[in-house]
């Protein structure tokens, strides 16, 4: 999970990112453009890699995998020509376990195939396997041969060793063994399965449209397709999709499930819905619990766009401070604008946000971000606000700090770099240069989403391990090489 592998953004390389959106869907003729869509609206989740595999009774399943955005690949209709059928998965992707070399970056790419005695099967896989690195030694030793560094292919050869008569028989199998969180799309000639790990801890909805069946990350993806949302995918559940019908299964033992909750705080589109609650009133409740739990006087509420925004409407609702929106985002730089030379990187966030220097001059600023990480970009945005002219920054985050690392599908950094991890809230006030600096609680974010009491350490909704270091499924590939975590699963 460490960073060190991870390509620097200069516009923006100071976030958590979620690891990858799936999306599938059988029924539909012309799959592949139901999924190039799908995908499309779950571009937020992965921004290196897409693919998509099809299956057409002519040419058997297709596939095609690419670097860089779906808009980029999977629009035109040479390509999409390649990918006919009436069934189809597909996948975008940040890594976490796995290089993103530009030499290996095309074989990490979902979703994987697999061709097996009784048909192929192609999985894609939305989480982290925290056991990954023992299962490929252990799959190694008995002669499995790798394609990927991802530990997403583990599932692929468990399922392979599998004395299972059907494919979902050999994935249940298969997923038994693994530990961590996933939620998966897979298919086969005929099937469009979906599974989601114990503890539910990445999201996974069933949608229709017409009698067409769909599988997504987010409720968002449904939306851009017109489809109906049907109910969600429960924690520990596997569906498998056939033209006729829904089968319901559950192959593994019963737990308390615990989503992630930082679904709510970032990852999640905000039009998206989780679990029944709206993302967007959600980020909005957070902001009424910091105005209420860390109140400041001040001429204005101004959100570190985008993520910020629903945050600082709430925060200003609740406050009757009055919301500006003093940072104005261009939407349209990306990885690819220039090349990051040392000059582009020094300018850094200047290029993706400019402050509206007539709106802060001698104003008393509120700024309300999602999270502090490393804190780089915090410092950038408080000069630039200064240097507009702002008489003084106060700073709210709109989540618990950030101590710990996550091992179940998320990019961020080796804890000793997480600010918050060997700062108080007193030094990281210092650090980032900010008149007052505070962040929501615990029980704060938890009564945004609908626990009215707070958090229940003893019994907690949600997996909140990189603000409590409290982890639902031990990391024991990690603990393995050294990792000492402050609450783990026994």
């Known amino acids: 999970m460490s960073n060190q592998n991870s390509p620097i953004d200069p516009y923006d390389d100071d976030k958590l990112r979620e690891e ?17 869509l799908g995908l499309h609206a779950l571009q937020h989740r992965g921004q290196e890699a897409g693919g998509i595999v099809t299956h057409d009774p002519k040419t058997g399943f297709n596939q095609a995998r690419r670097m860089g955005l779906v808009r980029d690949n999977f629009t035109t209709n040479d390509m999409m020509a390649m990918l006919p059928g009436d069934i189809g998965v597909g996948h975008v992707r940040y890594s976490t376990t796995g290089s993103k070399s530009q030499h290996t970056a095309i074989r990490d790419v979902q979703p994987f195939f697999g061709e097996f005695s009784m048909g192929g099967a192609a999985v894609a896989h939305n989480g982290n396997l925290t056991n990954a690195i023992a299962l490929r030694r252990d799959l190694i030793e008995r002669g499995a041969i790798f394609h990927s560094t991802s530990d997403s292919e583990c599932i692929i050869h468990l399922m392979a060793r599998s004395m299972g008569r059907t494919i979902p028989d050999r994935m249940k199998e298969a997923l038994r063994q693994v530990e961590g969180a996933f939620s998966i799309v897979a298919m086969t000639r005929s099937k469009l399965i979906g599974v989601r790990d114990p503890l539910g801890i990445r999201p996974l909805v069933l949608g229709k449209i017409g009698k067409a069946y769909v599988l997504s990350s987010e409720t968002c993806a449904l939306d851009i397709l017109g489809a109906e949302f049907v109910r969600e995918i429960e924690p520990g559940e596997m569906v498998v999709v056939t033209t006729d019908e829904v089968k319901s299964y559950r192959p593994f033992e019963a737990k308390k499930p615990r989503p992630c909750i930082f679904e709510y705080v970032y990852f999640s589109r905000p039009d998206s819905v989780i679990a029944g609650k709206s993302v967007y009133e959600v980020r909005r409740n957070i902001g009424k619990e910091l105005a209420r739990e860390a109140p400041v006087e001040a001429d204005m509420v101004c959100p570190v766009p985008d993520s910020g925004t629903p945050a600082a409407i709430g925060y200003s609702q609740e406050s009757g401070i009055p919301f500006e929106m003093g940072i104005v985002r261009n939407q349209y730089v990306g990885r690819t604008f220039i090349e990051p030379t040392a000059q582009i990187r020094n300018m850094g966030v200047r290029l993706k946000l400019n402050v509206n220097r007539e709106l802060m001059r001698g104003k008393r600023v509120i700024l309300v971000d999602d999270s502090v990480v490393r804190g780089t970009t915090s410092r950038k945005i408080k000069d630039m606000v200064l240097e507009a002219g702002a008489a003084e ?22 804890r000793e770099d997480l600010l918050a991890a060997r700062m108080t809230e007193e030094e990281m006030c210092e650090y980032l240069g900010v008149a007052s600096l505070k962040f929501v609680s615990i029980d704060g974010l ?12 003893n019994n907690p909704a949600y997996h909140d391990a990189v603000f409590t270091g409290d982890y639902p499924v031990a990391p024991s590939d990690m603990i393995a090489k050294g990792f000492k975590p402050k609450i783990a699963a026994e």
């Open 20 to 36: 990858c959106g799936v999306f599938g869907v059988i029924g539909a003729p012309d799959a592949a453009n139901f999924v190039a």
């Open 393 to 414: 920054v106060h700073f709210r985050v709109a989540s618990p700090p950030t101590v710990w690392p996550d091992f179940y599908g998320v990019d961020m950094p080796n």
């Open 446 to 457: 938890y009564r945004a989403v609908g626990e009215p009491n707070g958090r229940d350490p």
